[in-house]
């Protein structure tokens, strides 16, 4: 490879580094009105009286919109998998406005002012009654006979789902065991608390279109749930998401959107922009689910798991959102990572509450499954006295396991074995898993811990997987990409730019990438999420740079009469590929494709493709801890993760990738937990109380890769967005336990939780 | 035809009418500076001092720049058909701003400042001296040996050439004519005076890209002729070209890119706005050519035309602009419209001089030249004692004509005989002729007169003509139509819908185009001009056209069984075309081809065609007048122009433009002239003085097409957007020969120069 797998710099690095970059913020234009959302101060009722009189006598205030001056849709505000679909969908359970608050920050009125001042004081003159009804925080409350529905004919039930694999009937099959272990774990909601808040700024254009500015991470779903919820066609909504401030998953949801887009209709096309506070969006965009694992796990003497059985409940909040799909996922990602050899068994249950509603996040419920199923893996290792390392290699997953859950697919490449190696190397395993391992009885004690995952790539065949890409030779020989996948923050326009150099030849800084996703001008591409865009999107560019280059080489040939096949482009010329001899220049050959006679033709290239494979990604973090037992602090000696993400096609930015995901791992398992009072009224929805590892929090984290190549990626390579997200959290649970000798089973491992339970095991 | 033929409403019109449609001017950004430029005050000479160190420190004045601040690069202002080669072109003869300064209003200095009057001041406060030069106002004076060469090594000859067609040596030929004529005639300058100014606003982008969104006719040809001038490369510079008021070929020249360009290049990349006041436009940008012609015709006792010569001499002004070919065109139209049976000789010669700069206006030097045939045929026919309509019968082009100056391309869709008939029905020929031709005496006299046109449709073969376009069907059943042609105002944009739905079977309201041409998202398309737009870029929306239908009925025979040949679409549905039975919705096919897992594939086609044809529009014009002898004014009782403009695509638009073009001719022969003073000071650059016809002076129009079908065009149609412009002047003139006797060889035939003509001629 010439141009991939170099750390080169991001194209956007000075613009942003300058503050040129153009974000939904900097977009302000003339006479924009300041839009906020009236939210619920309760969590769960009826609205029986709204008056927004005072508010609209108000001056300043443009316009005030209320459930009753939306349509009365229902939509599901997601982009995937279900709600690519035309259909409403099953999970379609949301209105833009409501009328029935089913969260504390439920959005049930809107006001646009000519400033922010205005607009708070005008929330502020809105009269709101409410019969209040229970509210319920977690499944097994909600899911009690003879609640109130927070959804007609739920009964507080999202989804289920179950399948047993294997032919050997379970009971039987856990008889059969030398062991069974059975364990319980409960993985507690965060937030994504991505840099950029959602944002969104709408108006109506010449056309009477209603066009939104947004912080998205997919533009086309955007436009097509904005539309539906607005009773508009697809036309009738232009979607242009500009520079934007991570997601994370939070903005694969329409949350703002179609409420900007209501209050312009409102304010008779003005411009409109909602910006919302930390604060707000920290209740009210989406969170991490809540989820409550029990995991049994029967294996023989050798070590060798025969049957296990895994049963969630997840926790949606107060709509669907991504629906059932999250727990689902969990199911096959259990099912899969350390096969059993007679049978498997997994229930998935959703449930309803009325705590904020949950959504994607980075590596969609993985993070939960793999914190539950790594922790009682070294908890079965334990019992079975054998060394969690060794236990994994006799489990995992082999070069090619058949999937029944994925059209029988073939895993053909997988490198977990190789991580986990590299992972135990790394931190020092067997020297260090000894030397703790001697009784420790000080108040500050060590240990390592170790836990793998595996992770598929983008959401085939459970949804279409597809891309697009744009190329354009201009007649300076640079070449224009123009991409259907939305760069957010993670750097997919800068390997984008890399395959395009590396399939055309044509030099990385003369390709030159269109940052801004317009749905009038980008091709179609489902977005940024499930680690799919250099997978998926990445097969688009493959496609377009090969057209892309043969056109260029059919002019050379034509205008040297060498051969196709003996030409080659290297660094902007046209070189005979044996004797290296320049031919022509590209530059030529691009300007000529303008303006010859005898050669015009611009040299373009529009492609989609429709990608019908998957392919996992797999991985090892490896954690070395000390654990002040006084105080329950946790502190982080000495981390790694190690992925076989199959090519690496930018050192540096999956290095980047990894140290986030690292980090956001370690926020969930030691320090983040969203809380809540027993009203479903948040308690820490800031920066300050709710605590996201800082820099000083943050230790050195050590960043491995084990190359594959992986033969259904467009350049061998695999997921990398998401899995750095999972399995940290597990690594260092596993090594509080070698530490201390305490199985801390839910998350966070903060250091009240911490101190509680050393309390408890009798360590203090 | 289902959609075209029909007088369908422009998709812009209530965008336009009610005010929403975005016009450069309407793009104000926060902070935007005003640009104002310094324009010369005398006409020729250099500076010998420019100091701008007292409007420097005048406060809110950002950045000033003078000829040392830019490239020293010499650069053609214009789009085709020269320019649109890569090299730097014979005529590249002009430099941003200048020190050398060879029309009064030449370009010396540029200002940015916070508002218009800071600017204005500052441009009162910067000084400069002059070393003053002879001023050349006509071809004569600077083409005498021993003159200023305005520019180096030019003789102050811009361009010079000459074809003989025929076999017969030219003298021989006239001495075998029964009767040879000699005529000269002389058109002066007017000025294009479309409703918007010049304007244009630059800015650099995050990306510093310097983005220039400009009211221009050719977005793509500004791009590469900007970023040559300004020493960048293509990709450097990005143009957007919004709602725009009109150009008449003003606008395929860069007149103030550049310069707006270069001050946001010395502000720091701030946005700036030049925004043009009429007074600096009308002497700012470019005049329609003055061009004198002799003429001498040889005909037979029968009235056939057996030799002919045609010697004209153009100011170009003080820039070449378009160069030479204005003057050449018009050697060919001399030739073709009634060919000669021995020999043509044509001679064509274009001059520097120290007026401002002409270029293309409306029909490209064929107002000027048909002026003077038409008027010379009439004296011919008189002095043969023949009609003048049975005189242009027996001499005019034949099917069949085979053009030796078009590569020998065969004629064979020609309707100028029908064309003649009917505009001498529409006048009343054979009675009025009649009756005015007794002897008149009275103040007030009437005649009749007729003029024919030839013209040809865009550019081939003289330049490439190349257009593209591309389609996409939305979820929705839309389809959205972007194009690299250029919507001025004259409706190509109204007629692309409608051939868009003509071929796909779409309706004309579900195709959606984009207005808005913009370098980075429009496929290639050199513009509007040369009446190229339905001729040329219609081919690529009937090629794309065809792909869109062509897959929407591949689905529909995937989805039903029936062949894709008993498949057709009618207004969004596909039936089968025997039984007429609905076989499936559009909208459900597009649908599908976004989420459907079986059927995705985004229907869409980006097209670029390249047409090596051209086909010539014809046409007559007949007018009634009455003339005023004691005040010369001239009273038009009745006047029509009859085209066969081939089909006809849209008869309200067609009208429009024959409207708008008869409105300019009459112009052109009755009111306007840009007059100057012996320094080659403008007297009457302003709407007030400079007699535009306003709705006062503007008779009813009477307009009638034949309608041919052209096989080389998309949908059988030719030019018609500038020939309306070309012959009612001299169907005026051949009127007021008739009412009065007199030959008035000169434009304007205005009040004053026909009151002098009939002093002179007695009848006063």
């Not at 039930?157 to 065991?177: K, M, Q, S």
């Not at 391992?437 to 595996?454: H, L, N």
């Not at 065949?461 to 224009?480: C, F, H, I, S």
């Not at 750097?491 to 996703?517: K, P, R, W």
């Amino acid at each position: 490879m010439k141009t991939l797998g170099k750390s080169l710099k991001r194209p956007d690095a000075i613009t942003k580094v300058t503050g040129k970059a153009k974000y939904v913020a900097d977009y302000q234009v003339k006479n924009m009105l300041v839009g906020k959302i009236l939210r619920s101060n309760i969590a769960h009722g009826h609205i029986t009286k709204i008056d927004v009189s005072k508010a609209k006598a108000l001056p300043g205030v443009v316009a005030i919109i209320s459930a009753d001056d939306v349509p009365d849709i229902k939509f599901q505000p997601t982009g995937l998998p279900i709600a690519s679909y035309p259909e409403p969908g099953m999970h379609a359970d949301k209105n833009i406005l409501t009328n029935y608050v089913r969260f504390y920050g439920d959005e049930i009125a809107a006001v646009a002012a000519v400033d922010v001042l205005t607009a708070r004081k005008a929330l502020e003159l809105i009269e709101v009654e409410y019969e209040e009804l229970p509210v319920y925080l977690n499944p097994q409350d909600a899911m009690t006979e003879g609640t109130v529905e927070i959804h007609p004919d739920s009964k507080n039930v999202l989804g289920r789902n179950e399948f047993t694999i294997g032919e050997t009937d379970l009971a039987e099959a856990f008889e059969r065991c030398d062991l069974v272990r059975e364990d319980e774990f409960m993985v507690n909601p965060v937030q994504h608390c991505q840099m950029e808040n959602h944002i969104a700024y709408a108006y109506m254009d010449e056309k009477e279109r209603v066009v939104i500015v947004t912080s998205t991470q997919i533009p086309h779903i955007v436009r097509r749930v904005t539309a539906h919820a607005l009773g508009l066609t697809a036309n009738q909504v232009r979607i242009i998401k500009p520079y934007i401030g991570g997601g994370f998953g939070s903005k694969t949801d329409v949350c703002i959107e179609a409420i900007v887009a209501s209050l312009t209709l409102a304010a008779g096309g003005k411009p409109v922009l909602i910006d919302m506070e930390r604060e707000e969006c920290m209740i009210g965009t989406r969170l991490r689910h809540a989820i409550q694992f029990k995991i049994k796990t029967g294996v023989n003497r050798e070590g060798r798991i025969l049957a296990k059985e895994m049963i969630s409940v997840s926790n949606t909040g107060a709509y669907a959102s991504h629906g059932h799909d999250i727990a689902s996922k969990g199911g096959g990602n259990f099912f899969r990572t350390y096969p059993a050899e007679l049978v498997t068994h997994f229930e998935g249950t959703t449930a309803y509450t009325n705590l904020p509603p949950a959504g994607a996040m980075r590596a969609y419920g993985i993070p939960q499954v793999n914190f539950a199923v790594e922790s009682h893996m070294d908890d079965v290792a334990s019992a079975l006295g054998m060394d969690p390392v060794v236990f994994r290699k006799i489990n995992m997953i082999q070069e090619g396991f058949v999937d029944p859950l994925k059209r029988n697919m073939v895993i053909e490449n997988i490198g977990l074995d190789q991580c986990l190696d590299k992972a135990k190397d790394y931190i020092g395993w067997d020297k260090k898993r000894k030397q703790y391992s001697k009784c420790q009885t000080g108040d500050r004690r060590r240990g390592v811990g170790i836990a793998c995952f595996s992770y598929g790539t983008a959401v085939w065949p459970y949804d279409l997987e597809v891309a697009g890409a744009r190329m354009k030779l201009d007649p300076d020989g640079t070449l224009q990409l123009t991409m259907g996948a939305t760069e957010i923050g993670q750097g997919s326009d800068t390997v984008f730019c890399q395959m395009a150099s590396e399939i055309t030849g044509i030099a990385y800084e003369h390709v030159l990438i269109e940052h801004i996703n317009d749905t009038d001008h980008s091709p179609f591409d489902t977005g940024a999420y499930a680690s799919r865009q250099c997978y998926v999107s990445g097969q688009a560019v493959k496609k377009a740079g090969l057209e892309i280059r043969n056109q260029i080489l059919e002019r050379a040939e034509h205008l040297s009469g060498i051969k196709v096949k003996d030409l080659d482009i290297v660094a902007g010329q046209i070189v005979e590929v044996n004797s290296k001899r320049l031919v022509i220049s590209l530059m030529d050959i691009a300007l000529k494709s303008y303006c010859s006679m005898e050669l015009f033709g611009v040299i373009k290239s529009e492609v989609q493709v429709d990608v019908r494979s998957t392919a996992y990604a797999f991985g090892a973090s490896a954690a070395e801890v000390e654990v002040d037992i006084k105080t329950g602090r946790v502190e982080i000696l000495n981390i790694c993760n190690v992925h076989d993400s199959g090519t690496i096609l930018n050192p540096m930015l999956a290095k980047g990738q990894v140290h986030g995901g690292m980090s956001m791992s370690l926020g969930l398992g030691l320090s983040e937990v969203m809380l809540f009072n027993d009203k479903g009224k948040p308690l820490n929805n800031n920066l300050l109380d709710y605590k996201l590892p800082t820099i000083m929090d943050t230790p050195d984290f050590g960043v491995e890769f084990v190359e594959t190549y992986e033969p259904t990626g467009p350049f061998g390579n695999k997921a990398l967005g998401e899995p750095p997200a999972i399995s940290p959290a597990a690594a260092v649970r596993n090594a509080i336990l070698q530490a201390t000798g305490v199985r801390v089973n839910q998350t966070p491992m903060n250091p009240q939780s911490l101190f509680e339970r050393f309390t408890l095991e009798g360590l203090i």
